[in-house]
Structure formats: structure tokens, C-alpha cells
């Protein structure tokens, strides 16, 4: 009876955050009530603070259910044999293809970035994104350092400049995309403009002359995936 119960309340927590999410998404943080999460969840408002302090602990928790583009590139580690340009890389790629493809991660990152504000209720939401970007600028910082002293290179700026700016180009680029998913191909943009940004910075990668010569890609091609364009 007591597993049972338990399972009973981890259920009714689910579905309280799959309300949430669709919510949030269609209304906005702000306009959407713990009544009506309660609602769309089939449940009580009493079910929402068993489980929830108010809406900002509900948020985070929908937040932590998916491991968001960005948070998961910011994982870089200066292992010897790892060249830290294409630890970058990767990550960068693996989080905008992640993007296209996952529903719940491109959903909860849409609401993250356009659908909340930070003001009220929810202000405490902005030291979550704070934390989140400035933890991924320091990993780019120490790989650009890293990749510059292994390539004997000077950068013509300061590698925190540089790393504020490779963030905003990433980020940026998901941003847009999210508000038209049809005006350009996510995942190749990303990597050819990662490719110019580099090249920008001094740096000579294997393939980034064929990159940069290769044809343009069309509206969209590529960035269609199962998730419908809303």
C-alpha cells in the first residue's frame, strides 16, 4: 500500500509538470496559474503545493527534468589528448541537433528563453539562467586558452571577450530558430558559423576551408525534424 501511494504521488508530480510545461508554453510563465496547472493535470491546487513550494520551485523542476542545450556543452575538461576546439564543437552540435529533434528539451527551452518573465513570482528564475550561461562561458574561456597556447596562437582579444561571444553566437542562433524553425538549418549553421567565428580568432582547423567553401544551405533544409513548427 505504501510503494503504491508513493508511486500514486511521483505520478500525479509528472503530470503536474507535463501540464506545466504545455502551459507555460502556450500562455507564458506569467499568465498561467497554479489553478490551472492544477486543472490541465487533473488534480487538486492542494496536489501543487504537496509537491511544489510555489511556481518558482515548480519551474526548476521542470527545468531539471532535461539537461538543456548549453548546460550540457559546458562540460569541457582539459584532458591532454583532447583538442579542445572539437570538445566544443561537439557539444555545441550535439546540443542544437538535440534541440531540433527532442520535443520536451525544445519545448522547456522555449519557455526558458521566450515564454518567462523575471519579474515577481518568478524572479528568482533569473539567477538560474545567470548560473547556467556563466558556467558555460568559463568552459569555453579555459578551452580557448588551452587551444591557443597549444596552437601557439595570440587572440586578438581577450579570451573571456571571446568566450562571452562564442556563447552569444550559440545561443543566439537557438533563440532564432526557436521563433521560426523553418528560416534556417540549425545544426549546419551552427557549425559553419562556429567554423567562421574560429577562423576569426586566428585559428586554422582541419576542414575549415572546405567548410566555408561548401554551398550555401537553403531555408530550413535540415532543420525540419518530426517536431511540427508552431
Known amino acids: 500500500m505504501a510503494r503504491r501511494t508513493k508511486e500514486e504521488a511521483l505520478a500525479t508530480r509528472h503530470r503536474l509538470l507535463d501540464a506545466a510545461e504545455l502551459l507555460f508554453q502556450a500562455q ?3 499568465q498561467t496559474s497554479l489553478q490551472q496547472i492544477a486543472q490541465q493535470a487533473g488534480a487538486t491546487r492542494g496536489a501543487i503545493y504537496w509537491h511544489f513550494k510555489d511556481k518558482a520551485d ?7 527534468r532535461v539537461k538543456l542545450p548549453l548546460e550540457a556543452a559546458a562540460r569541457f575538461t582539459d584532458e ?3 583538442d579542445p576546439l572539437d570538445a566544443i564543437e561537439n557539444a555545441m552540435v550535439g546540443a542544437l541537433r538535440q534541440v531540433t529533434t527532442d520535443p520536451q528539451v525544445r519545448r ?8 518567462v518573465e523575471y519579474a515577481g513570482e518568478t524572479a528568482s528564475l533569473q539567477l538560474r539562467h545567470l548560473e547556467s550561461r556563466d558556467a558555460c562561458i568559463v568552459d569555453f574561456e579555459k578551452a580557448l ?6 596552437a601557439k596562437l595570440k587572440l586578438p582579444l581577450p579570451a573571456s571577450m571571446a568566450a562571452h561571444g562564442l556563447h552569444a ?3 543566439g542562433l537557438i533563440q532564432n530558430w526557436l521563433l521560426d524553425p523553418v528560416a534556417f538549418a ?6 559553419r558559423t562556429f567554423n567562421v567565428y574560429l577562423a576569426g580568432l586566428g585559428f586554422d582547423r582541419p576542414g ?16 525540419r525534424s518530426s517536431i511540427p513548427a508552431r
Open 186 to 191: 540549425l545544426v549546419p549553421t551552427g557549425r
Open 108 to 115: 522547456v527551452f522555449e519557455v526558458a528563453i521566450h515564454k
Open 208 to 223: 575549415l576551408r572546405a567548410d566555408l567553401a561548401a554551398p550555401e544551405t537553403g531555408p530550413g533544409s535540415g532543420a
Open 28 to 30: 507564458g510563465v506569467s
Open 145 to 150: 586558452r588551452l587551444a591557443s597556447r597549444r
Open 169 to 171: 553566437l550559440i545561443s
Open 58 to 64: 515548480l519551474f526548476n523542476a521542470m527545468m531539471d
Open 80 to 82: 591532454p589528448a583532447q
